[in-house]
């Protein structure tokens, strides 16, 4: 198989010193596990799609069990969801906009934040040196307990493009 084939590779690589840790991208928990029984590294992270509207319990806990850092994509959900559903921004989201306006930082801070607290490794996306400077400025400050737990409560498994983990299933 392609991704055992690939692995191997890696696996080498890091063996002879060529690369410092070796991961994964969208790799579920069969995917994972197939891995593990072919191979004698674990993965140093995975990175996947993680934002309050999906935060996929099993898998940061399985990662989590296993050692495994979570990079997270697309930690603002994409600006957009898809067209045809007729949602706006999930940075427009009014619980987002009203935390963002307590702690007086943006949705996408707030966003960002709340992917730092729960540990993993946020990846934004932007090309505008000022988007990136605002992207970095988080960590002066923290979100309370509440509002943690406001926001987790916004999961609804929201996909924001194609998902190999549920596409490309083992």
Not at 40 to 62: C, F, G, K, M
Request: glycine share 6%.
């Amino acid at each position: 198989e392609g991704r055992a084939h690939a692995w191997r590779a890696l696996e080498d690589a890091y063996k002879q010193g060529v690369l410092r840790s070796i991961g994964v991208s969208n790799f579920g928990i069969g995917h994972l596990e197939k891995l593990a029984s072919t191979s004698s590294i674990t993965p140093a992270v995975n990175q996947i799609e993680l934002h309050p509207w999906l935060q996929r319990t099993e898998l940061v806990d399985y990662c989590r069990s296993k050692g495994i850092v979570l990079e997270a994509y697309s930690p603002l959900a994409r600006p957009y969801r898809q067209a045809e559903t007729g949602v706006t921004a999930k940075l427009d989201d009014p619980k987002v906009k009203a935390t963002a306006q307590q702690v007086n930082k943006t949705p996408a801070q707030v966003l960002l934040r709340w992917s730092l607290q729960k540990g993993f490794v946020p990846l934004p996306k932007s090309s505008k040196p000022e988007r990136q400077a605002e992207n970095a400025a988080l960590f002066d400050w923290q979100l309370s307990e509440a509002q943690m737990a406001e926001l987790d409560a916004l999961e609804e498994g929201f996909v924001s493009g194609w998902d190999p983990i549920i596409d490309d299933p083992v």
